[in-house]
Every structure is written in C-alpha cells, then in structure tokens.
C-alpha cells in the first residue's frame, strides 16, 4: 500500500475522518500537500502514528504528552529516561485517580446502606448528602 486518503487513513486506524483532522490540527500528525487532483494523500507511516496515538490514549495520556511522546519517539535510545519519567508520573495520576473513586465508591455505598433505612417521612439522605457538599 503507497499512500492514501484520509478515508483510507481512517478506516485502516479504525477512527473517523474528524479524528484525523483533530490530530493534524493538534499538530500531532502532519496533514499533507494537496495534489494536483485536489486530495491529500497520507503516506504509510501514518498509520503507525496514528495507532501509537490510540495506544497513548488508551493507557491515560493527554494530547499534550502524547506529543511530548511522539517527539521522544523520534529521539531513539536517548529518550528512554524521559519516556519512563512520563511513564512514572502517569501511574502517579492513576493512583491517584484510584484513590479518589475508591472514597466516592465507599461514600457512596454509606449512603445507599442510609437511603435503605430511610424512613418514607424524612428527605433523601443522598439528595441531602449532595446538597450539603455543594456549599462552600
């Protein structure tokens, strides 16, 4: 296969044509000259760009440090301290994340066990609960 549309491209990444454009318009793939026929046509290589763009998605990366990824990935061996750096900080954020949705998850079931025992008289204690954590 020699170069392609954006269809193509697309179809072959399995994304939408407006996936590609939102990554050429965030500069992390280059858009091609148009041809002489009036198409842009994306050279194979694309392909992998794109893939290691839904991979870096896939395992928690923003935009900001795929690209930061994708121009480490150009750097070769020497880049490897940078790229387990990002690595390590990423896992960092999941923790973190972790963290987080383990206390809404035990805040949570707290508050069904209260709605449970809830008497039909008084308002919802999960209504309450929220209304009172939305003061300041």
């Known amino acids: 296969m020699n170069n392609m549309t954006i269809g193509k491209l697309a179809k072959q990444c399995g994304v939408g044509v407006e996936t590609i454009r939102f990554y050429e318009r965030e500069g992390l793939i280059l858009q091609p000259e148009r041809k002489p026929s009036g198409y842009r046509l994306y050279p194979v290589e ?43 900080a990423k896992i960092a954020d999941i923790e973190e994340k972790i963290a987080l949705l383990q206390r809404m998850r035990t805040t949570l079931g707290e508050l069904v066990v209260a709605c449970k025992s809830n008497k039909k008289t008084e308002p919802c204690p999960i209504l309450r609960a929220i209304e009172k954590e939305d003061r300041p």
């Open 46 to 88: 694309a392909i992998d760009q794109v893939h290691f763009i839904r991979q870096a998605k896939d395992l928690g990366f923003s935009l900001k440090e795929i690209r930061e990824l994708l121009d480490l990935r150009l750097d070769g061996e020497q880049a490897c301290d940078e790229v387990r750096s990002l690595a390590e």
